[in-house]
């Protein structure tokens, strides 16, 4: 096999009709004919090219080295505007899988790309796009094996949306999931919370002020690697995407039969953040993380996992934000900073659309 | 994990809030909060519930049982409008996927469905869609494992587009692929061509008649399993979807550096099909088949696959319509009915629009 794969890699090379970086997406791009090859081979293959996605098949094929269980998520991006302070679709669209697959302990391995672009969109909007989404591959380790492309007309869709499905090997001994927290475990989180919705907002214009909040969408699983080498006895991780800390907590306290109580002045946050909450009415616990993980692990092992996610690049400014304990069961619960306690619910309804 | 995925199991059919058939999509239900699990407790668990996709963390986990090989296919469906003759997004979405792991030699196993949903669509509507991917599901034997959802604004996007992704276990000794075809091989194609195309066109009302012809939309993984019960020695499996016939022989013929010689009065056309291209001036070897496949494979098996194709529900109509030969190396010509030969080339722009 592997000699027909290089032989179609390197047909895929011989000239491709090179596109000029003003022609726009038409409906003939998503025929699955000429146009949709020339797309294929002037921005998909340039930038994501591997053996596996060059086999030019229907469907990629992944040979088992040594592996029980493998992870699979999927998630589909629809964010506006495209860029943003910090990152873009691309980024976006390929750590917010990898991420997924971290959370349950796999290491992320393979990913697919599904583009829906609207007609008259700009090559070279595709491209900035391809290139972000190559280089965010290579930072989180993982091949994109498999694409595919649709053309909706114009007004029928916004500019990019992207679904990416990632595949992932998950080490044995690996148990981290949202049902297995226990009473008595304490609750870490790696970094500030609300970054990325709030320089999506800002992006988008909707600020009456000026910031320099820059979206933290970043690959997570270095930093998951780093603290699996502390224990396999990790409880759940979660990466608290849409919905924020309080609904990620919330499913956990849910899924686990578990009481969550936080203490509201040790949770991380941007000064620069806090201020446009308070301006926006918004509750940062609720806003989008993209580059942000919630552990929750045994107190045996808590400042031995937190010490070793502050050495990593991700998890410089982890802190522990909280305990597990019975009751009262599926609640989350927050020790405000005057004192009090009220209770963190679920996000009802939408905070800030198209956030990821 | 298996006690714990009951439980899970068991949660999530605890009293989700019902809805009511008249409920129509709000920017809320893609939020990741309360509305978000609402939809999902209501009508994806209900319809594609299995132990891995109730395990409710970020990734799906699958267990290696005895596979040394895994095939991965991406595929996102646009197709206008949602429900057509034969078939519908949801059927599309699921057989789409199914039918590209199976080109490969695959048996579908696992399948993820990334939702883009449009503000104000019908709850009725997107329950009508997930029935039909259960029931196709069912059908192809294969298990939604994994989901997402995001909604767009009102005029960002149209009703519903679904991304699926598909994993398959590829049997030991299955080495079918586009590049494979060798001088010599007979050419098969397991029934009519162009039915799903015109049926998608007709339900637009464009066209200027009336018509009886059906979507052939269909999983075609039970046709190839009866194939290969046959040989393993089955060069090329390629179902021609968008693109039609001559664009799926094209690419075969430039990956395989062979001249595929086809015989247009072999190549099954129904009358009312032929008669609808006729009209709009379509040639059928362009138009999108959802429910076809071409297989290559050498002569001595030829009339014996034939043969087991014809036997089976989705090859009834079976029949062999051209060999391959080594000149001119990656072109596609036909004996025409007048019995002169012409080029078939690849689709150039687009014939027909968000056909899938």
């Not at 890699?9 to 090859?37: F, N, W, Y």
């Not at 965010?136 to 053309?151: H, L, P, R």
């Not at 502390?230 to 759940?236: A, E, P, W």
């Amino acid at each position: 096999m592997k000699e027909k794969q290089e032989k179609i890699s390197l047909e895929a090379r011989v000239c491709p009709v090179p596109l000029a970086h003003d022609e726009k997406i038409v409906l003939g791009h998503g025929s699955g004919g000429r146009m949709t090859q020339r797309l294929i081979e002037n921005i998909f293959y340039p930038n994501f090219e591997n053996p596996e996605l060059m086999q030019g098949n229907d469907a990629a094929v992944i040979s088992k080295k040594d592996f029980e269980r493998l992870a699979v998520s999927t998630d589909s991006h629809i964010v506006a505007p495209l860029f943003f302070p910090g990152g873009d679709i691309g980024s976006l669209a390929v750590y917010g899988t990898v991420n997924d697959l971290a959370m349950v302990g796999a290491q992320p391995r393979w990913l697919t790309a599904g583009f829906i672009l609207e007609e008259g969109l700009k090559f070279e909007v595709l491209e900035n796009v391809a290139q972000s989404m190559k280089l965010a591959a290579a930072a989180a380790g993982i091949k994109i094996i498999a694409g595919d492309t649709k053309v909706a007309e114009r007004g029928n869709a916004d500019k990019i949306f992207i679904n990416t499905t990632g595949i992932g090997v998950i080490p044995e001994g690996r148990e981290a999931g949202g049902a297995n927290a226990r009473p008595g475990d304490a609750v870490l989180i790696s970094g500030s919370i609300g970054d990325h919705g709030i320089a999506v907002l800002a992006a988008r214009g909707e600020l009456a002020f000026e910031t320099t909040i820059e979206s933290d969408v970043a690959p997570l699983n270095g930093l998951v690697e780093a603290m699996f080498e502390v224990t396999n006895d990790i409880h759940v991780l979660r990466d608290p995407t849409r919905g924020g800390v309080a609904t990620a907590l919330n499913e956990i306290a849910k899924q686990s039969k578990v009481a969550i109580h936080l203490d509201e002045t040790s949770i991380p946050i941007h000064p620069a953040v806090e201020a446009a909450c308070e301006m926006l009415g918004f509750d940062p616990m609720y806003v989008a993380n993209e580059g942000k993980l919630i552990a929750i692990v045994s107190t045996t092992y808590a400042d031995e996992i937190l010490e070793k996610m502050r050495s990593t690049k991700y998890g410089a400014e982890a802190c522990r934000i909280g305990e597990v304990s019975t009751d009262p069961a599926g609640r989350v619960l927050m020790r405000t900073t005057i004192g009090g306690t009220r209770i963190v619910d679920v996000l009802s309804g939408e905070l800030l659309p198209r956030i990821c």
